[in-house]
Each structure stands twice: as C-alpha cells, then as structure tokens.
C-alpha cells in the first residue's frame, strides 16, 4: 500500500531543499540580468557578453561534480552549508571591492557557479528521504528551486537603475544569509544514506551507458532552460531595442514559466512514465526554437515561443528525475552530479554560442537553430533505449512508469 507523498518523507528538509535551491539559482544567473548595464559599463563586446553569462553555468557544471561526491561522503546538509558559505563571501567581497573589468566578471562567475552546484546537493538532500513511487514529486518539488531565476530578472535590472549594479551583488547577500539559517535549521541528512565509498567508486556508473544518456538528455532540458534565463535579457535589449527592466519582466515571464511545470514534469512522469514525457518535451521545445529562430516580427511574438519553450524544457527537467532515481538509486549523489554537470555545460554552450553567433553573423538564428537540432538528436536517442529501458531495469521497478 503506497504512502501519501506528505507522509512519505521530511518535509522541513523538502522545503529547506527548496529555499536553498531556489536562492542559490537566483544568484547563479545574476549576471544575465545586469548583463546589459555591466557591458555598457566595462564596454564588452556581444561574444564578451555572452562569455561572461555563461562562466556561471560552465563553472556550476564542474563544481556540481564536485558536490556530487561531497554529498556521498560528508552528507548533503554539510556540502550545502559548505556551498552557501563560499558564495555569500564572494558575493560580498565583489561589492566590497568592486567589479572593473571583463577578466573580474570571469572571476566573479565562477565564485558563482558554486551556487549553481547547489543542484547536486539540494535534489539528493530532498530525494533520499522518499519512496521511489515519489520521487518524481520531491525531485520536481524541490528541483522547482531554478524559479530563483525569476527573482535576478525581475529585481536585478530595477535595483540596478536605483542603486547601480555592484549594489545589487551585496544586496543579493541578504536573502542568502536569511535562507542559509533557514537551512542549518530546517534541513536534516536522511537516515538510510548509503556508506561512504573509495573516491574511484564513485565514478563506476560511467561505466554505464544508460548515465552518458541521461547526460544528453538533461544538457538538452536544463542545458536550454538555464542558457535560455541567462540570455534571454541580453536578447530582448539587443534584438527589440527594450530598457533592461522591461527586458527583465520578458525574462522573467519565460524563466517563471519553465520553473513553474518542472514538479508539474515530475508528477506527469510519475504518471505517463518520463520517456514518454521526454519525447514530447523534445519535439515541442525543438518547433519553438525554430520559431525563434525565425526572427518574429514583434516582442509579444518572440516571447510566446520562449514561453512554450522554457515550458516544455521545464518539464523535461523534472521527467529526467523522475527517471534517474530509478535506474541509479544507490548512486544518487554523483549520478545527480554529472547530470546536473551535463546540464550546466549545455547551458553554458547555449548561452556562449548566441553570443558567438550574434558577434560572426549579426543575428541569432544559427544558435538557436543548433539548440533545436540537439533537441531532435535527444529525441533520436531516447527512441533507441527506450524498449531496452522498459524492459530491463525500468521492468524491476513495481508500481512505477518509466
């Protein structure tokens, strides 16, 4: 007899997970947002602009490893706790010192990309405390954290014009401090962790082809979901002319939308099972960003193709947890890692590649246009595992759609 989902697990760690989560995200992809005011101020070039976007991403997809494993050997609330710490101190030392040049705003993306990896600590922090027929739920729940991303497009740019950009980056210390107690108090490790592993052990599921396939899977979803928050206020000033505030509110839309279904895409996962969700989520994010690539004609235009696609990539990354638990349960920590690794370092090409493309051709088709066809070729690759999945290990798993 299944347990009700509130029953099932730790809320007060689920909802620690989630103010963890959801704070860290909002200052991981704070430079997207200022982005417009910091160019303007340092004069960076359009490639420059989408370098320093996507620092925070590629720094979050290493160090998200490196969480991964911290988390299997001293327990998520301390790597947490560990990660919190470093960013409110590097936050705080770039408003105290200031930010003046191109080569700063590298530095500071990396101190950032420490809140990135909240990822591999937040979802193993909430999903070891859950039954697998749940576990779509929990991850969504707390994985919806990335709507952090609303709170940098929607205040970043307005607290910026009153106060100046640097400002914003010793503002954003105080919510991190308020949530970091929130935590140490709320949060508590799972009882049924697994050991502590040799340091090689941790890498064994690389052996396994079925962990490079959830990798594709997720550098597609999250990859195009983060890439998308950390762009898309550079691609609303750069493309319709709009101030970085109301730029901002457009982000902002699209960033809540994706945020919004990702417990929306685990729940659907756990119902219709996540390869079925997938493939769907797939099709329709790829049609969306060739409409954008298109180049519409107005902004309302552009931001209904962004809407639907954060809203099928959102989904996407809440029916790629649903799934991961299942096949790497034991594994949990480093297998979310290296996912959460693959997804950052999608987000990072993204949001590179618009620069890139933007600086060599003017425009931003092409790099929406190779984002599309990494979509189709996630497709391609879920409809050739798919029979094997349902029927090996996806077969062992009762009472549960894969």
């Not at 029953?7 to 704070?23: E, Q």
């Not at 490079?212 to 983060?226: C, D, I, K, Q």
């Amino acid at each position: 007899m299944k347990t009700s989902f509130w029953k099932a697990g730790h809320t007060p760690t689920l909802i620690a997970a989630f103010l963890y989560f959801d704070l860290a995200f909002m200052v991981w992809v704070l430079l997207g947002p200022l982005a417009p005011e910091i160019a303007k101020d340092l004069g960076l070039t359009p490639a420059e602009k989408g370098l320093m976007v996507a620092v925070p991403t590629l720094a979050g997809a290493v160090l998200r490893v490196v969480n991964g494993l911290l988390v299997d050997r001293i327990g998520p609330k301390l790597a947490g706790a560990i990660s919190q710490v470093i960013v409110i101190l590097g936050l705080f030392a770039a408003w105290s010192f200031g930010v003046h040049s191109f080569e700063a705003t590298l530095a500071l993306g990396i101190v950032l990309g420490f809140a990135g990896a909240s990822f591999a600590i937040a979802l193993p922090l909430a999903s070891r405390w859950y039954p697998p027929e749940h576990q779509g739920k929990a991850m969504g729940l707390a994985g919806m954290g990335n709507s952090g991303t609303v709170f940098a497009a929607l205040f970043a740019p307005t607290l910026a014009k009153l106060f100046g950009w640097n400002a914003v980056l010793g503002l954003a210390c105080i919510p991190l401090v308020i949530v970091f107690v929130v935590y140490m108090v709320l949060a508590k490790d799972a009882p049924d962790a697994p050991p502590a592993k040799p340091l090689g052990a941790y890498l064994e599921p690389l052996k396994s082809a079925d962990a490079w396939w959830f990798m594709l899977f997720y550098g597609v979803t999250f990859g195009g979901f983060v890439g998308l928050a950390a762009s898309l206020s550079i691609y609303f000033t750069d493309q319709f002319g709009l101030t970085t505030v109301v730029a901002g509110y457009c982000t902002a839309a699209c960033v809540f939308a994706g945020s919004l279904v990702r417990p929306m895409g685990g729940a659907l996962a756990d119902r219709i099972g996540g390869i079925r969700t997938l493939s769907v989520v797939y099709i329709v994010a790829a049609a969306a960003l060739v409409g954008v690539s298109a180049g519409p004609a107005s902004v309302l235009g552009a931001l209904g193709l962004f809407v639907v696609a954060m809203l099928a990539l959102g989904t996407g990354n809440g029916a790629v947890f649903q799934l991961v638990p299942q096949r790497f349960r034991a594994e949990i920590g480093v297998m979310t890692g290296l996912v959460g690794m693959a997804g950052g370092v999608g987000g990072f090409y993204l949001a590179s590649s618009l620069g890139l493309a933007k600086q060599m051709t003017g425009t931003y088709q092409s790099g929406f246009l190779i984002f599309a066809a990494l979509a189709l070729v996630a497709l391609m690759g879920l409809s050739s595992v798919k029979r094997k999945w349902r029927t090996t290990w996806g077969a062992a798993i009762q009472g549960v759609r894969i």
